[in-house]
């Protein structure tokens, strides 16, 4: 029995002490070839074909790392110098400006990004550049609710929504840059008066997730919402007649609240030639189509139109306040919604 | 000798120290200035947050206490139809990570989950929001927790002396009040015990809460990180649950005294025979909380499994599984032997108070979100980096960041509650008088560590280890961060499929999960029979 105890005693030991020099040296090893590494917020199954063709096409290898934003930027500033990434990627323009204010990219000057994706999809500094865009618009019941009774975000707040609106807690990163861009148009003051209005005009304690959203209002327990369009995309794919449609938010006014997401070479990049070209890759229509078709969003280039299904939708005007406003205004949009109580 | 045992304090103190690194860089975040932050967050976020945490911890208190000891002492006190396999089926919830329960309840219960619709459709009963208020959130938790309690109270009521309860009978006692005045004041520290973890757990949970949006203490800490770009902040913060959870620990030491309840001899005749249409209402009541816990949210993952089976198994499938496995297998058994050094009796160590505290401290892991906690290790290998460069050395972060070995070492500053509770549980039922023989002829304190302590210790440190290493097969936070390229884990794969809304495609890695953690609790349940 003790003899027993010993000897599994040893195994173990052996198992780890192998275990942790092989990983030593792995992360050593790591350090030492040519391939491209992409830190990314944005989930495997959405990026790894895009690598994928990138490789195919080049011949250059890309690794990649998925986590979350916070800790990613936490992760790559800590690594300075020494850090693998040459590419940050994630969503949401308000993480891609925060990562530019913690010095995390380098500018780059491709004529090929500036051809391919419009200005206010871009840093002002060329730090970041904006890759598929989402529009984040109203949401609706075509047994409840008429097109016509739909204007804008801000109408929402109105008397006649009492009970009848659903929304995304305002802890995810969709909703803080819709309502930071709302501040960049009407002022605190104003927004204040249209977040308190949300808050009660709320059917439901704010949902996780968008497609929660979707499922309530299909379900009867509200009759509007506010979605990022790929979530009504993918439902639509695979319930075509699902009795839901989109709706334009102010189209009259500012034009529909776009987020993006994007990417930017990394300032300690140690590759930054072939990471440039990954990137104008990225920004390519090949790259594009392959965004569009992966997730239902539509192409941050202007040289090819958006999928079948999303092209059903119709066109409308974006919102063209340079994204990077999204990020610096952040800070003033949660204080005001958790001022207002929106969870 | 007594160098010996000094050697040995020291050894201990340095291992424990270790241990607690990550936490002392969370805390270490006071001696950075507060912002203006904390203003704001004490006018709009944190009484609101400090009421509902308290409600929240409330609740599941008392939930997971009543439950787990209910249910323990039916299934070892009282014969019922079925009562065989649901003793053992009541330990599968424990393999079930709290965030995929979560998801599924809410599929299920929610507004628009079937089991509302058909009660709207059949009864005309109006729609209500189950996330509003907190019966809901804190039920979820009782589900998924009480398995710590049962497991804990169940030892100990088997260990009771039969004896005292039949003296309660003979003397005319009612069935509730021998339960009520005997068994449960005898079982009271193992189900503090059980309690305990079941608290630190849902302090530090963020997965759960997001999904119903509920507030709690860790929406301030990640609001202060995420919205407001302050980790400083953050672990401030942070540093305020390993506040809470050390009064925890203070409270259950409490409860549990100086006696010793433990008789050595164990009994397998019950007591009680709920014959009739008694037993079948024990049975329901029992069967219905495994079906409700286990039966259902597996049936509801299978369901969701078949429809996108084809379009999510992949290759990369095999990648999940080593990279869970290796990191499971290899992290579990640091840790075990961590905690069962750390929890090797010893005279001295009862003698320095000292030294417990700092064991004690080093535990408080469990009580960190794990992002905090692994951002805590990121950031003190940086420290470490800074100081050998001042040195005149270099920088460290390189070999050390996306290492398999800095994941390791997270793994085991974060779960090493679980495993020292389990191995100091075993170690204090050893009686000072081996110590004391030993001594008397001569062995040397090797000898009996190996000879005497091992073997007898033995039983907790694997059921400790079995625990240990479910719970890190469901990490999440800490893993995403820390791990190198390619070693992503099933729990990754669930996280990142739901966290897009992709429930029916994250129910796949989430039942291979559940499936692979039923396995360790069969292998500790089998323990566990072998020991009684």
Redesign the interface.
């Known amino acids: ?2 003899y027993k ?2 000897k599994k005693v040893s195994i ?1 030991s052996i ?2 002490i192998s ?2 020099s ?3 040296s ?3 090893m ?2 030492s070839d040519d391939s491209l ?1 992409v830190y990314s917020t944005r ?4 990026i790894k074909p895009l690598f994928d063709a990138f490789t195919n096409k080049t011949g250059i290898k890309v ?10 930027i ?2 790559i500033k ?3 110098k ?1 850090t ?1 990434a040459d590419l940050f990627m994630t969503v949401d323009a308000g993480n891609l400006w ?1 990562a530019a204010t913690q010095n995390l990219f380098q500018p780059v000057n491709s004529e090929t990004i500036k051809n391919n994706i419009p200005n206010h999809l871009r840093d002002p500094a060329n730090l970041w550049t904006g890759l598929s865009v989402r529009a984040r618009t109203i949401i609706y019941s075509t047994d409840r609710v008429s097109p016509d009774e739909l204007s804008t975000y801000q109408d929402l707040a109105n008397q006649q929504w009492k009970g009848r609106l659903c929304l995304r ?1 305002s ?1 995810k ?1 969709y909703t ?1 840059s819709l309502v930071s861009s709302l501040i960049h148009h009407d002022g605190l003051e104003k927004t204040t008066e249209v977040v308190r209005g949300w808050v009660d005009n709320l ?10 959203i979707m ?2 209002i ?4 509200c009759d509007v919402g506010i979605v990022n369009s790929y ?1 009504f995309g993918r439902m639509q794919a695979e319930e075509p007649n699902v009795a839901l449609k989109l709706f334009w938010a102010n189209q009259d006014s500012t034009g529909t609240h776009v987020n993006i997401s994007g990417a930017g070479v990394t300032k300690h990049s140690k590759n930054p030639e072939d990471a440039i070209k990954l990137l104008e890759f990225l920004s390519s229509v090949e790259a594009q189509k392959i965004y569009v078709g992966l997730n239902k969003e539509y192409p941050a280039s202007q040289k090819i139109k958006a999928d079948n299904l999303i092209a059903l939708w119709g066109d409308f005007n974006q919102d063209k306040m340079n994204l990077s406003v999204a990020g610096k205004n ?2 003033d949009s ?2 005001l919604m ?2 207002e109580g929106y ?1 | 000798m007594n160098s010996k045992q000094n050697n040995s304090n020291f050894l201990m103190g340095m291992l424990a120290l270790a241990v607690s690194f990550p936490i002392i860089v969370v805390c270490s975040a006071w001696f950075f200035p507060g912002t203006e932050l904390w203003g704001h967050f004490l006018e709009n976020l944190l009484p609101e947050l400090i009421v509902s945490t308290f409600i929240l911890l409330l609740g599941v208190g008392i939930g997971v206490s009543l439950l787990g000891t209910v249910l323990a002492y039916l299934v070892v006190m009282v014969e019922f139809p079925g009562r065989q396999w649901l003793e053992w089926a009541l330990f599968l919830p424990f393999a079930i990570p709290a965030y995929v329960l979560a998801f599924v309840y809410l599929g299920v219960f929610d507004y628009s989950g079937y089991a509302q619709v058909w009660l709207r459709e059949y009864t005309g009963m109006p729609g209500f929001d189950i996330r509003a208020g907190s019966w809901a959130i804190i039920l979820t938790f009782v589900l998924v927790f009480y398995p710590y309690v049962y497991m804990m109270a169940r030892a100990s009521f088997k260990r009771q002396k039969i004896q005292m309860i039949e003296a309660g009978k003979m003397l005319g006692a009612k069935s509730f009040y021998v339960f009520w005045k005997i068994s449960v004041p005898l079982a009271r520290p193992a189900i503090a015990a059980g309690l305990l973890v079941t608290l630190m757990e849902t302090l530090a949970d963020f997965g759960v809460v997001s999904l119903f949006n509920y507030s709690t203490f860790t929406t301030a800490i990640y609001s202060a990180w995420g919205d407001f770009r302050s980790i400083e902040v953050a672990a401030q913060l942070a540093s305020l649950l390993v506040l809470i959870a050390f009064f925890l620990i203070y409270f259950e030491k409490k409860a549990r005294g100086k006696a010793k309840y433990y008789s050595s001899d164990i009994s397998h005749i019950r007591p009680y025979q709920a014959t009739g249409i008694t037993g079948w209402i024990v049975f329901l009541f029992v069967f219905g909380i495994f079906m409700l816990s286990f039966a259902m949210p597996m049936l509801q993952l299978i369901i969701w499994s078949f429809e996108k089976y084809a379009e999510e198994i992949s290759q990369e499938y095999s990648n999940y599984f080593s990279s869970t496995g290796i990191l499971t297998v290899s992290a579990t058994i640091l840790t075990v032997t961590v905690a069962t050094v750390l929890a090797l009796p010893s005279r001295r160590k009862a003698e320095s108070k000292a030294l417990q505290l700092l064991i004690r401290f080093s535990t408080l892991g469990y009580a960190l979100p794990g992002s905090v906690m692994a951002v805590g290790l990121l950031y003190g290998v940086q420290n470490i980096s800074l100081v050998s460069i001042q040195l005149g050395g270099s920088s460290i972060n390189h070999i050390l960041f996306g290492s398999v070995a800095l994941l390791l070492f997270a793994y085991i500053s974060r779960f090493m509650a679980i495993a020292y509770n389990s191995a100091s549980a075993s170690s204090d039922q050893i009686k000072p008088v081996f110590e004391q023989s030993a001594r008397l002829l001569g062995s040397s304190r090797m000898r009996l560590i190996r000879e005497v302590y091992i073997p007898m210790m033995t039983p907790g440190i694997l059921a400790g280890g079995l625990l240990v290493a479910v719970d890190i097969m469901k990490e999440l936070p800490a893993t995403y961060l820390l791990r190198p390229f390619g070693w992503d884990t099933l729990a990754i794969r669930v996280f990142e499929l739901s966290s897009e809304g992709l429930y029916d495609r994250a129910a796949i890695p989430a039942l291979i999960m559940v499936f692979l953690g039923a396995i360790i609790m069969l292998l500790f349940i089998r323990l566990d029979s072998e020991r009684y």
């Open positions: 029995m003790e105890v010993n173990f198992l780890v275990i942790l092989t990983s030593f792995a992360s050593v790591a350090a590494t989930k495997e199954h959405l690794k990649y790392l998925t986590g979350k934003g916070g800790a990613l936490e992760r800590l690594e300075g020494r693998k925060y807690t802890k990163v803080k059917a439901a304690t704010p949902h996780a997730e968008d497609v929660h499922t309530s299909l379900a009867g327990q979530y952040q800070a949660v204080s958790q001022r969870k």
